[in-house]
């Protein structure tokens, strides 16, 4: 069925538009069909004629649940209820991306909390206050603290995240790319198989596109 589907579509943008490169997207379960029809017929649905891509909606749940699976435990769904970000309930979907705004939400919240407890601890330690020594703090901290470092952690993956989405929407490809390389140890790391497996193959085929179809 998705190898019809992408025959339809290579013979209806051939139709309109002659010598067109087909861009399909498709979510995890299918891109890995699909690239295994490119695979096997290598001829008529190689990379060079029909690019398939992971979706973008997808990959930022596929993300954010992983990083669920980090906070579980951590108390942050009680911070949320606690501090009347969401109800216990709510809070709880979060961890799954159950809803997808309201996760983010949520997520764009911690991260502004976190860097304003992280700025004001700053403010209150001994010696200068400029960035080089800021920097020095935290990697002290973290030496000091696995608590400091573990939310350290979190809101590293969660700036990644959200500039993941903006590179989405501003179509800026590089950053793209660049920030999915950085977020893929995530998968491996808490045990996502599906999306372990297949998207450095979706990264090893961004970074393969000719630049002519990066710039056209």
């Not at 069925?1 to 943008?13: C, E």
């Not at 010598?19 to 649905?45: E, S, Y």
């Not at 990083?67 to 216990?88: F, I, N, Q």
């Amino acid at each position: 069925m998705i190898k019809h589907g992408m025959d339809v579509l290579r013979q209806a943008v051939e139709f309109l538009n002659p010598g067109q490169i087909l861009v399909t997207t498709f979510d995890q379960p299918r891109i890995a069909l699909a690239k295994c029809i490119q695979w096997k017929w290598p001829d008529t649905h190689d990379e060079k004629v029909h690019v398939v891509i992971l979706g973008g909606l997808h990959t930022e749940m596929a993300l954010w649940n992983t990083l669920g699976d980090v906070l579980d435990g951590s108390g942050w769904t009680t911070a949320l209820t606690e501090a009347d970000v969401a109800s216990p309930g709510t809070a709880n979907s979060y961890l799954k991306a159950a809803h997808l705004t309201r996760t983010r939400h949520s997520h764009q919240t911690t991260l502004l909390t976190l860097h304003n407890l992280q700025k004001e601890a700053f403010l209150l330690s001994e010696g200068s206050k400029d960035f080089v020594c800021f920097n020095a703090w935290k990697k002290d901290m973290q030496k000091k603290s696995p608590t400091f470092m573990y939310w350290d952690l979190v809101m590293k993956y969660e700036t990644l995240l959200l500039i993941f989405i903006r590179a989405h929407r501003e179509k800026n490809f590089p950053l793209y790319v660049q920030v999915l390389e950085e977020l893929v140890p995530l998968f491996f790391a808490l045990d996502h198989q599906n999306y372990a497996r297949w998207m450095p193959v979706h990264i090893r085929d961004m970074k393969s596109l000719p630049v002519s179809m990066l710039v056209s």
